[in-house]
């Protein structure tokens, strides 16, 4: 168990649609990252968060937004769902020093049909 | 983008074997990582090396890192059927300490 909780674990909606991925990070952990897992892509790094403050953007599409929240749990939103959104969503943590290893959450299946 | 990339993309061993795999990248890098991820599951942190560390053991896992040729191998040793799975390394590169993770190498350990 990392520690770092995902919600919900599986998701099947429509195109079009919207939908929110929650994560907790690890207990005294800062930073959030969110991570897309596809097989034709791999693991593509979304977007990382740091006591609430966005750190870092990477292949975020403009559909898709997230925030971190004061008790440092964060949402991901993505919305205006197209078939190639379906994918694995993981969230990972770091500690303080922000160097060291990321702890995985187990990850949010999304189906869009 | 990927930044670093692991060869080879799939490797099916027998039991008591050693597995080899390794990753390339493209940048200089502040660290790198090896994590393992079981079908359908989370990543699962294997080990870190530093960019000025050339060797790293965890029990049966050895770590080697050329920076010259910006490569990693990671080799496991008397394999285990328990062993397979998909192996990723992750690259911290540049200032921003963000992980940037290649395809994987499946990794099938037959009983």
């Known amino acids: 168990d990392s520690g770092v909780t995902q919600t919900p674990k599986h998701l099947i909606t429509a195109t079009g649609q919207r939908v929110t991925l929650r994560c907790s990070p690890r207990s005294g952990d800062l930073s959030v990252y969110w991570y897309q897992q596809s097989l034709d892509q791999g693991l593509q790094f979304l977007i990382q968060y740091y006591n609430g403050e966005e750190r870092a953007k990477g292949n975020i599409l403009e559909r898709f937004s997230a925030q971190q929240f004061p008790d440092l749990h964060s949402e991901l939103n993505l919305s205006s769902l197209e078939l190639g959104d379906s994918a694995l969503y993981f969230c990972?943590?770091?500690?303080?020093?922000?160097?060291?290893?990321?702890?995985f959450g187990e990850g949010s299946r999304l189906t869009v049909l | 983008s990927q930044q670093g990339e692991e060869d080879p993309q799939a490797l099916s061993i027998q039991e008591g074997e050693n597995a080899t795999m390794n990753c390339s990248y493209k940048?200089?890098?502040?660290?790198l990582q090896w994590y393992r991820q079981n079908s359908g599951r989370g990543l699962v942190h294997l080990i870190l090396i530093r960019s000025n560390e050339r060797e790293k053991h965890s029990g049966r896992l050895r770590v080697t890192l050329d920076t010259s040729k910006k490569s990693s191998s990671l080799l496991i040793t008397a394999s285990r059927a328990a062993d397979t799975a998909s192996y990723f390394c992750a690259t911290d590169a540049g200032g921003s300490y963000i992980p940037t993770f290649g395809r994987g190498t499946s990794l099938i350990v037959h009983p």
């Open positions: 940048t200089s890098i502040n660290n």
């Open positions: 990972a943590s770091r500690g303080v020093g922000g160097t060291g290893e990321l702890f």
